[in-house]
């Protein structure tokens, strides 16, 4: 890795004020291009998994019509031994668009980098909450 190369960690940093404000453009800038993200624990009906960009930009830009994120916090970040991985701890909190119901989720992220973009995120959440949203139209 050299010193222009960002880390995960870095990477996530620069992708946290797009994931708030529902920026899915920058966040797609910061993917590689066969950039792989996973949700281990999404129930029925949900992709347990979503490869490339386009089809990242597709599924992502559905959120910023569902959910309002006003803030995250318990963030902590933690670089793994392996140089290209992170852990992100997080709650999300804002509300469902839809509704006006409140919206608060912890997620656990296990980030990985090449080449100074994200190539695979694995996005663990409570799946039971996810079915109380309402659906994507």
């Not at 991985?85 to 839809?98: D, R």
């Not at 608060?104 to 799946?127: C, F, H, K, Q």
Request: glycine share 6%.
């Amino acid at each position: 890795m050299t010193a222009q190369t960002p880390s995960p960690v870095e990477l996530f940093e620069q992708a946290l004020p797009a994931i708030q404000s529902g920026d899915i453009r920058t966040v797609i800038e910061l993917c590689a291009d066969d950039v792989v993200f996973e949700f281990p624990f999404a129930p029925p009906g949900r992709p347990g998994k979503v490869a490339g960009k386009q089809a990242l930009g597709e599924y992502l830009s559905a959120i910023p019509s569902r959910i309002q994120f006003d803030r995250l916090s318990n963030l902590e970040m933690h670089q793994t031994l392996n140089p290209d991985v992170a852990i992100v701890e997080m709650t999300a909190v804002g509300c469902v668009k839809q509704t006006g119901e409140p919206y608060e989720m912890s997620y656990v992220v296990v980030l990985t980098a090449s080449n100074g973009r994200i190539a695979r995120y694995r996005d663990y959440w409570n799946p039971l909450k996810a079915l109380q949203a309402p659906a994507k139209e």
